[in-house]
């Protein structure tokens, strides 16, 4: 939706990827309050945050390829499916990864910008005061120099996740 060239189209998506954000923000909170958990939720949930982070960041380069290069994208894209299996290959050896707090941290710091991101990418195609606010928030670079934030914390957390769950590579007998 959002690589329509119609506004409403870019618009709605927008919409579309809050609802989600927050909805799963949500989800997180009520199961921890009312302590309800299961093995399809814990795997389905960081799931569905890689779905929800990847299609908003398949859309950056789309704004500015120069801001935002594909080998960026491809580097947070590789940790995070890098995570996922290894959590598939602990689920098959018995052993349940738990999402640590600073990849919550990540999380959340990736759906702020690309919130931030594609919201200002909306506005450029707009009449509207806010649309040059959001050219100039673009053009400045500054954008571009937060995706590699973005991607330092990913990375970061990537590491942090193989350092804690390394006995998961030492065979079955580990």
Known sequence: MYLQPELIWSALSIAVFAVAAVTDYFDGLIARLYKVKSDTGMFLDPLADKFLT?????????????????????????????????????????????????????????MIFLYLVLLAGVFIKTDIRIGEYSRILLESGILGILLYGVMIITVYTGIEYIRMNKHLFRGPSA
């Open 54 to 110: 990847f299609s908003g960041f398949i859309c950056l380069p789309f704004i500015d390829p120069g801001q935002f290069p594909w080998w960026v994208i491809g580097i947070i894209f590789a940790r995070d499916i890098f995570i996922t299996l290894m959590r598939i290959l602990g689920e098959k050896r018995g052993i349940r990864m738990v999402t640590s707090y600073s990849a919550k941290v990540k999380t959340s710091v990736q």
